[in-house]
């Protein structure tokens, strides 16, 4: 794993995978989509109680799996993504910026769907196998080591998943054999030392925040 990659996963940061300092729950931004079109929610699936408000964000973006740029226009509280006629069966991305008030700046970076198993975001929850319940975190395109992964459903329920000996997280176990029919969203922020420009302002240490979200009916 890369030294300058620190995971910060449910509320624990992790430095090298060996300091721990608790940090606060923050939005996030996910997809849905039906296959004829795709909306960029931002915020929480589940909200908490006073939570943050959602952050603005700043050059939105989404992509087929090749990379092919889609129409994205404002649309409420988050975006409609355009998927034209004929587009490929496949996964939808989206990433945005946005700049917090203490000039925190986030990348959010989210996927709907779990049939493709090659990451195309800098930072991506991909399944180990197409629509499998088993995922690894990639950052660049190579897998790293999560520690936690926080999932939230649109049924209510939520979770947090701990890696196993190689690093994957799984949302079923001897206790939770079976996925009920429900929204699933999967999310995780790390931290980066690197550059990346926004309104023509550098920020070193910079945010990401990925989510993974599907639908199981």
């Known amino acids: 794993m890369r030294k300058n990659l620190r995971l910060l996963c449910c509320g624990v940061v992790w430095a ?66 355009t998927l034209p006629a004929g587009t490929p069966p496949g996964d939808v991305r989206f990433t945005a910026k946005s700049l917090a008030s203490d000039g925190v700046l986030t990348i959010f970076e989210a996927k709907a769907g779990r049939a493709q198993t090659r990451p195309v975001n800098d ?54 054999p079976d996925l009920f029919a429900s929204l699933y969203v999967l999310s995780v922020t790390v931290k980066v030392n690197g550059k990346v420009t926004l309104n023509g302002k550098t920020y070193d240490q910079v945010r990401h925040t990925a989510t993974l979200a599907f639908g199981v009916p």
Do not use: M
């Open 123 to 176: 930072l991506e929850l991909v399944p180990t196998e197409p629509g499998g319940t088993t995922f690894r975190l990639y950052w660049k395109g190579r897998p790293v080591v999560v520690s936690q992964v926080n999932v939230q459903t649109s049924a209510g329920w939520q979770r947090t998943l701990y890696a196993a000996a190689d690093g994957s997280v799984s949302l079923v176990s001897a206790r939770f």
């Open 16 to 81: 090298s995978l060996l300091v721990a300092t608790p940090v606060l729950a923050a939005p996030y931004v996910w997809i849905t989509t039906d296959g004829t079109a795709a909306q960029a929610h931002v915020g929480e699936l589940i909200p908490l109680p006073k939570a943050p408000p959602a952050p603005a964000l700043s050059e939105p973006r989404a992509v087929l799996a090749d990379g092919k740029a889609l129409p994205v226009r404002q649309a409420g509280d988050g975006y409609a993504i």
